[in-house]
């Protein structure tokens, strides 16, 4: 298994995950992304960001700055092939974060009756 990297090993600074989570807390505002369908249609019809994507962002997250991938993914030859190419994920992370700032939007919640 492949060590995760620290802040600008390979690369891939943790600034980058940072900068996620901050355009991440200014659209989903407390308590964040719950990941309901509803969430991931508003998602992507505003921000072009799919429920696949989101989820890759979590991996990339739990490996690298959390350094803790659940068994099932870090067994999974597809997960860690990505993980494991710098450059990918490094690409991938430099795209999401321009998805998130493509847009002002908000995410709006329904009023608690």
Request: charged content about 35%; overall charge negative; glycine content about 4%.
């Amino acid at each position: 298994m492949t060590t995760p990297v620290d802040e600008d090993d390979d690369g891939i600074e943790t600034s980058m995950f940072y900068s996620v989570i901050g355009e991440m807390e200014r659209v989903w505002g407390e308590p964040g992304l719950d990941g309901t369908s509803d969430e991931y249609k508003w998602l992507e019809a505003n921000y072009q960001i799919t429920e696949e994507e989101d989820v890759k962002w979590q991996m990339a997250l739990q490996y690298f700055v959390n350094h803790d991938l659940p068994e099932d993914d870090e067994s999974d030859p597809e997960v860690m092939a990505f993980l494991d190419d710098y450059d990918a994920v490094r690409s991938f992370l430099a795209e999401f974060l321009r998805k998130y700032r493509s847009s002002d939007k908000v995410y709006l919640r329904p009023s608690a009756l």
